[in-house]
C-alpha cells in the first residue's frame, strides 16, 4: 500500500473499527474477531483462595451474595470484551452498588463482574444460595475464582502481546506498524475469552448468517429451555445428551433456522466422541480444523473461532467479512482477496514464529466491601 493511501484509511481507522466491532445492525454479518492475542495456552495454576469469602456492604442486596476480587496488572475493557461478538451470554445489569455490572455464566455458575479502574481488580459477585449446587458439583470459591480469572484470560500480558503485535504487523521487521497501532488503541483492554469449547463450537454454528442479536437471542432459548439453574435468574449452557433429547422441532424453536441440523449433528458426534473435544487441545492447528469440519455447518472461518475463542489457540487467525475487508483496505491497497488470502496474510504477519510471552501475575482477594459508588468506577 502507497503512503498516501495507508494515511488516508488510517485516518478512518478508528470509523472503520467501529463498523467492525458494532455490525449489529446489518443482519447479514457478524464480526466475531476484534483482536489478536498473542501469547502460548498455559493452564492457570491453582491458587490460594480462603474458602469463605466475606462481603461488607450498605445495600441489603448484598445479603444474597457472595463474591471475591482479582487483583492483576489490566488493562481491562469488560464491554469491549463481552460486547464485541466473541461470547453471546453476557448483558449488561445494574449492581447493588449503583454501577453497571455485566451478569452471565462461567461454567456451571452464574457471575455478574465489573472492572475497578481505581484498584485495577476484577470484582465478582455470585449467588450465595448456589453454595449447595456447588457442593453438588465438586466445585468451590476457589475454583470458581481460577474460572474467572482462565475464562477472561487475566494471565495474558496485553502490554508485552501490544509491543509484539505492532512491530510484527509490519512487513519490515522492528518497524512499528501503525495500523496495529491504532487498531490496539482503539480495542485497548479487549482480551481474548477462554470459552467452554462445546458451548463456543454451537454458538459458532448458529452464527452464521446472522446479526449479534439474533444469535444472543438463539443461544438464551438454548440455556433457558434446555440448561439447569445457574443462580442469578440465569441458566447453564445445555450438554451434548440435552440436545439430543429436545430433538429437531425444539431446536428449531429458537429460530436457528437450517442450523437446527447442524447443531443436532454436532451433539451426536460430540456424545459418540466421533469429535473429541478434549483432544483437539493437543493436536496440531491444521488437524484440530479438520477434525471440527466433521461436523456439518462447520467451515474454516467457525473451525478458527471455535479455536481462538474455545481453546486460546492463538496461531489461528479467522476471518470473516470484515476482517476480509480490513486486510484488503490496510495490506492489498484495496484489492478484493479471498478469505482464505486474507488468513494467509493474517497468519505470516501476525501469528507466524510466535515468541513465549510473559504473564501476568494475579492475586485473588479475599475481602471485598462494596457501598453505592465506590472510588474508582469501571472502565
Same mark, same amino acid.
Given at each position: 500500500?502507497?503512503?498516501?493511501?495507508?494515511?488516508?484509511?488510517?485516518?478512518?481507522?478508528?470509523?472503520?473499527?467501529?463498523?467492525?466491532?458494532?455490525?449489529?445492525?446489518? /443482519?447479514?454479518?457478524?464480526?466475531?474477531?476484534?483482536?489478536?492475542?498473542?501469547?502460548?495456552?498455559? +493452564? =492457570?495454576?491453582?491458587?490460594?483462595?480462603?474458602?469463605?469469602?466475606?462481603?461488607?456492604?450498605?445495600?441489603?442486596?448484598?445479603?444474597?451474595?457472595?463474591?471475591?476480587?482479582?487483583?492483576?496488572?489490566?488493562?481491562?475493557?469488560?464491554?469491549?470484551?463481552?460486547?464485541?461478538?466473541?461470547?453471546?451470554?453476557?448483558?449488561?445489569?445494574?449492581?447493588?452498588?449503583?454501577?453497571?455490572?455485566?451478569?452471565?455464566?462461567?461454567?456451571?455458575?452464574?457471575?455478574?463482574?465489573?472492572?475497578?479502574?481505581?484498584?485495577?481488580?476484577?470484582? =465478582?459477585?455470585?449467588?450465595?444460595?448456589?453454595?449447595?449446587?456447588?457442593?453438588?458439583?465438586?466445585?468451590?470459591?476457589?475454583?470458581?475464582?481460577?474460572?474467572?480469572?482462565?475464562?477472561?484470560?487475566?494471565?495474558?500480558?496485553?502490554?508485552? #502481546?501490544?509491543?509484539?503485535?505492532?512491530?510484527?504487523?509490519? %512487513?519490515?521487521?522492528?518497524?512499528?506498524? /501503525?495500523?496495529?497501532?491504532?487498531?490496539?488503541?482503539?480495542?485497548?483492554?479487549?482480551? #481474548?475469552?477462554?470459552?467452554?469449547?462445546?458451548?463456543?463450537?454451537?454458538?459458532?454454528?448458529?452464527?452464521?448468517?446472522?446479526?449479534?442479536?439474533?444469535?444472543?437471542? #438463539?443461544?438464551?432459548?438454548?440455556?433457558?429451555?434446555?440448561?439447569?439453574?445457574?443462580?442469578?435468574?440465569?441458566?447453564?449452557?445445555?450438554?451434548?445428551?440435552?440436545?439430543?433429547?429436545?430433538?429437531?422441532?425444539?431446536?428449531?424453536?429458537?429460530?436457528?433456522?437450517?442450523?437446527?441440523?447442524?447443531?443436532?449433528?454436532?451433539?451426536?458426534?460430540?456424545?459418540?466422541?466421533?469429535?473429541?473435544?478434549?483432544?483437539?487441545?493437543?493436536? /496440531?492447528?491444521?488437524?484440530?480444523?479438520?477434525?471440527?469440519?466433521? #461436523?456439518?455447518?462447520?467451515?474454516?472461518?467457525? %473451525?478458527?473461532?471455535?479455536?481462538?475463542?474455545?481453546?486460546?489457540?492463538?496461531?489461528?487467525? /479467522?476471518?470473516?467479512?470484515?476482517? +476480509?475487508?480490513?486486510?484488503?483496505?490496510?495490506?492489498?491497497?484495496?484489492?478484493?482477496?479471498?478469505?482464505?488470502?486474507?488468513?494467509?496474510?493474517?497468519?505470516?504477519?501476525?501469528?507466524?514464529?510466535?515468541?513465549?510471552?510473559?504473564?501476568?501475575?494475579?492475586?485473588?482477594?479475599?475481602?471485598?466491601?462494596?457501598?453505592?459508588?465506590?472510588?474508582?468506577?469501571?472502565?
Amino acid at each position: 500500500m502507497s503512503p498516501k493511501s495507508q494515511d488516508r484509511s488510517l485516518k478512518r481507522l478508528p470509523e472503520i473499527l467501529g463498523e467492525i466491532s458494532h455490525s449489529d445492525s446489518n /443482519p447479514g454479518t457478524t464480526s466475531h474477531n476484534c483482536q489478536k492475542s498473542l501469547t502460548s495456552t498455559r +493452564a =492457570v495454576k491453582p491458587l490460594d483462595l480462603p474458602a469463605h469469602v466475606k462481603i461488607q456492604g450498605s445495600c441489603d442486596a448484598l445479603d444474597s451474595l457472595g463474591g471475591f476480587q482479582i487483583e492483576f496488572d489490566g488493562p481491562l475493557d469488560l464491554e469491549s470484551t463481552l460486547e464485541c461478538g466473541q461470547a453471546f451470554r453476557w448483558e449488561q445489569a445494574s449492581g447493588p452498588d449503583g454501577y453497571t455490572w455485566h451478569k452471565g455464566v462461567i461454567g456451571s455458575c452464574a457471575l455478574m463482574v465489573r472492572f475497578n479502574t481505581g484498584s485495577s481488580n476484577l470484582l =465478582v459477585l455470585h449467588d450465595k444460595e448456589l453454595g449447595s449446587f456447588e457442593s453438588k458439583l465438586g466445585q468451590s470459591q476457589i475454583k470458581l475464582a481460577n474460572k474467572v480469572l482462565h475464562y477472561f484470560s487475566l494471565d495474558d500480558d496485553l502490554k508485552a #502481546i501490544s509491543s509484539y503485535l505492532t512491530k510484527r504487523g509490519s %512487513a519490515a521487521r522492528g518497524i512499528v506498524d /501503525p495500523v496495529i497501532k491504532e487498531a490496539i488503541r482503539h480495542a485497548r483492554g479487549l482480551r #481474548i475469552l477462554r470459552q467452554d469449547p462445546w458451548e463456543c463450537l454451537v454458538s459458532y454454528i448458529v452464527s452464521t448468517n446472522k446479526n449479534i442479536p439474533a444469535i444472543c437471542k #438463539i443461544v438464551r432459548y438454548f440455556c433457558k429451555t434446555l440448561g439447569l439453574p445457574a443462580g442469578l435468574g440465569e441458566y447453564t449452557f445445555p450438554s451434548p445428551e440435552a440436545f439430543l433429547a429436545a430433538g429437531h422441532d425444539c431446536i428449531s424453536d429458537s429460530k436457528c433456522g437450517y442450523r437446527a441440523s447442524y447443531v443436532l449433528d454436532a451433539a451426536e458426534k460430540v456424545a459418540g466422541n466421533q469429535v473429541n473435544l478434549d483432544f483437539l487441545r493437543s493436536l /496440531p492447528v491444521d488437524n484440530a480444523c479438520q477434525e471440527l469440519r466433521k #461436523i456439518k455447518g462447520v467451515g474454516p472461518k467457525v %473451525a478458527d473461532c471455535v479455536l481462538l475463542f474455545g481453546y486460546h489457540r492463538l496461531d489461528v487467525f /479467522p476471518v470473516d467479512v470484515w476482517i +476480509a475487508r480490513a486486510m484488503s483496505r490496510f495490506y492489498f491497497d484495496g484489492r478484493e482477496i479471498s478469505p482464505a488470502k486474507a488468513r494467509e496474510e493474517g497468519m505470516k504477519r501476525f501469528v507466524a514464529c510466535l515468541p513465549v510471552m510473559p504473564r501476568n501475575t494475579c492475586f485473588i482477594m479475599p475481602e471485598m466491601s462494596l457501598t453505592k459508588h465506590e472510588t474508582g468506577g469501571q472502565s
